[in-house]
């Protein structure tokens, strides 16, 4: 077994297995029950594009597992060192390779690889609905720090403002509420 930088022709293999994995914890497929294909492309094409953005933003942040000359997943990493946090967007396993340890061993050396940059801190995030996520993550010393929801809207719908005319006149007007936090 050995964890090594990934190479440009291994992209699409990745980019399949991350489609493959991300099947029932993926945001995008939640859009899709929702509102079906969006603009022409499904989850899967949304999807593999993550992989395109973790390596824009680190070409050198993403590591292969290899198991016996094949590729068992991968992890992939970017480094904010002013912040001093390395993030975590994404990590998958084929399937034949999981529940045996190798998600944890990616997630070690990630860790480790960040404080070889001294890095302090490192941030990963899971749907609730990931249940091995939440648990792995917790073993591997992430602590939970919030929950967040990803509201989407379909711009030909009706908006609030559009309807707002019916709002009565003592109802106070959009826009003064506090921010949210
Ligand atoms: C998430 C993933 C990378 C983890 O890799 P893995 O090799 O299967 O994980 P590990 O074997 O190292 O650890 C899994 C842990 O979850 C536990 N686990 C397994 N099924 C579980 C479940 N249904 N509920 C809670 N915990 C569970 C295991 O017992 C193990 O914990 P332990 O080491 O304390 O016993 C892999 O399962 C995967 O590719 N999943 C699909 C894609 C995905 O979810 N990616 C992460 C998105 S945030």
């Given at each position: 077994?050995?964890?090594?930088?990934?190479?440009?022709?291994?992209?699409?293999?990745?980019?399949?297995?991350?489609?493959?994995?991300?099947?029932?914890?993926?945001?995008?497929?939640?859009?899709?029950?929702?509102?079906?294909?969006?603009?022409?492309?499904?989850?899967?094409?949304?999807?593999a594009?993550?992989?395109?953005?973790?390596?824009a933003?680190?070409?050198?942040?993403?590591?292969?597992?290899?198991?016996?000359?094949q590729?068992?997943?991968?992890?992939?990493?970017?480094?904010?060192?002013?912040?001093g946090?390395?993030?975590?967007?994404n990590?998958?396993?084929?399937?034949?390779?999981?529940?045996?340890?190798?998600?944890?061993?990616?997630?070690?050396?990630?860790?480790?690889?960040?404080?070889?940059?001294?890095?302090?801190?490192?941030?990963?995030?899971?749907?609730?609905?990931?249940?091995?996520?939440?648990?792995?993550?917790?073993?591997?010393?992430?602590?939970?720090?919030?929950?967040?929801?990803h509201?989407?809207?379909?711009?030909?719908?009706?908006?609030?403002?559009?309807?707002?005319?019916?709002?009565?006149?003592?109802?106070?007007?959009?826009?003064?509420?506090?921010?949210?936090?």
């Amino acid at each position: 077994m050995k964890i090594r930088p990934s190479r440009s022709e291994e992209i699409p293999t990745l980019k399949r297995m991350m489609v493959e994995a991300f099947e029932g914890v993926c945001i995008d497929q939640g859009m899709e029950a929702l509102f079906g294909p969006i603009h022409g492309h499904d989850w899967r094409w949304r999807k593999a594009r993550h992989l395109d953005w973790d390596l824009a933003k680190d070409p050198n942040g993403v590591f292969v597992l290899e198991i016996d000359g094949q590729i068992a997943g991968f992890i992939t990493t970017w480094q904010d060192h002013e912040a001093g946090i390395g993030h975590i967007p994404n990590l998958a396993l084929a399937p034949e390779f999981r529940g045996q340890g190798y998600g944890r061993k990616l997630i070690e050396f990630a860790m480790d690889h960040f404080r070889r940059n001294g890095l302090t801190h490192a941030k990963i995030e899971t749907l609730v609905q990931n249940a091995v996520g939440r648990h792995l993550y917790k073993s591997c010393g992430f602590r939970e720090v919030a929950w967040q929801i990803h509201f989407v809207a379909d711009l030909s719908e009706q908006t609030a403002s559009e309807s707002s005319d019916e709002v009565s006149a003592d109802e106070p007007p959009t826009g003064s509420a506090p921010p949210a936090g």
